[in-house]
């Protein structure tokens, strides 16, 4: 009985941490360029979306549902998440865009990039054992965590207070960031409790999440030096292990708190921001990249409402950039739509504070 208890848990972080987002992600994925339509990009393509449905229904869940708004959340979010999955793997099935450009050939290493790439899945593996034998517990997980718990157990959301189990009123910087709303809905489809959800999977999932984006992200900063690639892996991965050298760190962050928001910005949303930085700088005309962008911009809220802020100054300095450099009036006017999700979160955050 323990034994299939404990596989229909894995079955369901399997289904709702990679199948999903990677059946949404091959809506965007077939106009990518081909060279792009990798199982890698699809995913974080498709994990992007994939949060970002999940913040625009919490939110709208979250003012305006006072009791049950956890059941009410699944509700929505669930059969949405549902059709998404089932629109890409129908469209894949249906005319093949992705399969065909995934049997790509390999390029043959040398035993030199092949010893470092093995040095660099030693470092990750050291990671996530620290990360899973070593929980940290940090003060904030008095508020965060037990925001998930109460949303779990009580139904309610941002709608008592953590400290005393009071009623309070919404505390807009907390309500319109979900992430923990997202691990209560993991914890609902596992039936995982919440805290270990975030102490002890979300880091075996975050970790390597976030080497996949800086491995794409290498591979647009090496395309005509690969075997720099595993190289900039491995410093990768000592840059995090080593950048304790402060709390405020972003390597302390997303080590030490990789179950909290703000620990996500720095560990997906900003990377991924980089990520399409270059994938737009290669090929300003694709329109899937825009899209992906806005997905960004709109998904990065469920960190937290200063992410928003900060990823939508990036966005508009980057195309502004980017507009100059090419002389380019339609990539300024593809920049403010772009930004338009985050212009609409941030003006939303004003009228209710």
Same mark, same amino acid.
């Given at each position: 009985m323990l034994v299939l208890q404990l596989f229909l848990q894995f079955l369901g972080l399997l289904i709702w941490l990679v199948i999903i987002p990677f059946l949404i992600g091959l809506l965007p994925a077939r106009f990518l360029p081909k060279e792009y339509r990798t199982p890698g990009t699809v995913f974080l393509a498709g994990f992007i979306i994939y949060l970002a449905v999940f913040e625009v229904v919490g939110v709208i869940?979250?003012?305006?549902?006072?009791?049950?708004?956890?059941?009410?959340?699944?509700?929505?979010?669930?059969?949405?998440?549902?059709?998404?999955?089932?629109?890409?793997?129908?469209?894949?099935?249906?005319?093949?865009?992705?399969?065909?450009?995934?049997?790509?050939?390999?390029?043959?290493?040398?035993?030199? &990039?092949?010893? =470092?790439?093995? #040095? $660099?899945? *030693?470092? +990750? /593996?050291?990671? !996530? %054992?620290?990360?899973?034998?070593?929980?940290?517990?940090?003060?904030?997980?008095?508020?965060?965590?037990?925001?998930?718990?109460?949303?779990?157990?009580?139904?309610?959301?941002?709608?008592?207070?953590?400290?005393?189990?009071?009623?309070?009123?919404?505390?807009?910087?907390?309500?319109?960031?979900?992430?923990?709303?997202?691990?209560?809905?993991?914890?609902?489809?596992?039936?995982?409790?919440?805290?270990?959800? &975030?102490?002890? =999977?979300?880091? #075996? $999932?975050? *970790?390597? +999440? /976030?080497?996949? !984006? %800086?491995?794409?992200?290498?591979?647009?900063?090496?395309?005509?030096?690969?075997?720099?690639?595993?190289?900039?892996?491995?410093?990768?991965?000592?840059?995090?292990?080593?950048?304790?050298?402060?709390?405020?760190?972003?390597?302390?962050?997303?080590?030490?708190?990789?179950?909290?928001?703000?620990?996500?910005?720095?560990g997906f949303i900003i990377p991924a921001f980089l990520w399409l930085f270059l994938l737009i700088s290669e090929k300003v005309s694709c329109r899937a990249y825009w899209l992906l962008l806005a997905a960004l911009v709109l998904m990065s809220g469920i960190a937290s409402s200063l992410v928003v802020f900060l990823v939508l100054m990036m966005v508009l300095i980057f195309g502004f950039y980017l507009a100059l450099h090419y002389r380019s009036v339609p990539i300024l006017l593809k920049t403010m739509a772009a930004g338009i999700p985050g212009a609409a979160y941030i003006l939303l955050y004003l009228f209710l504070k």
């Amino acid at each position: 009985m323990l034994v299939l208890q404990l596989f229909l848990q894995f079955l369901g972080l399997l289904i709702w941490l990679v199948i999903i987002p990677f059946l949404i992600g091959l809506l965007p994925a077939r106009f990518l360029p081909k060279e792009y339509r990798t199982p890698g990009t699809v995913f974080l393509a498709g994990f992007i979306i994939y949060l970002a449905v999940f913040e625009v229904v919490g939110v709208i869940v979250v003012l305006n549902a006072v009791h049950g708004g956890m059941a009410i959340l699944l509700k929505w979010f669930t059969p949405l998440a549902v059709a998404l999955a089932s629109l890409g793997l129908g469209a894949e099935i249906v005319v093949p865009a992705v399969r065909p450009h995934i049997r790509t050939k390999t390029k043959i290493l040398s035993l030199e &990039a092949k010893f =470092i790439w093995l #040095l $660099f899945f *030693l470092l +990750l /593996a050291f990671q !996530l %054992f620290i990360s899973l034998t070593h929980a940290f517990f940090d003060g904030d997980d008095a508020y965060y965590v037990v925001q998930s718990l109460i949303a779990k157990e009580k139904g309610f959301l941002y709608r008592v207070e953590p400290y005393t189990g009071d009623s309070t009123v919404l505390n807009m910087r907390n309500a319109l960031a979900v992430f923990p709303l997202w691990i209560t809905m993991l914890a609902e489809k596992t039936r995982i409790h919440p805290t270990i959800i &975030a102490h002890s =999977i979300l880091p #075996l $999932f975050l *970790l390597p +999440l /976030a080497y996949l !984006l %800086f491995f794409r992200i290498g591979k647009s900063l090496f395309k005509n030096k690969i075997e720099s690639l595993p190289v900039f892996m491995v410093l990768m991965a000592l840059i995090q292990i080593f950048g304790n050298v402060s709390i405020f760190t972003s390597e302390t962050f997303l080590m030490t708190r990789t179950w909290q928001g703000k620990s996500f910005a720095v560990g997906f949303i900003i990377p991924a921001f980089l990520w399409l930085f270059l994938l737009i700088s290669e090929k300003v005309s694709c329109r899937a990249y825009w899209l992906l962008l806005a997905a960004l911009v709109l998904m990065s809220g469920i960190a937290s409402s200063l992410v928003v802020f900060l990823v939508l100054m990036m966005v508009l300095i980057f195309g502004f950039y980017l507009a100059l450099h090419y002389r380019s009036v339609p990539i300024l006017l593809k920049t403010m739509a772009a930004g338009i999700p985050g212009a609409a979160y941030i003006l939303l955050y004003l009228f209710l504070k």
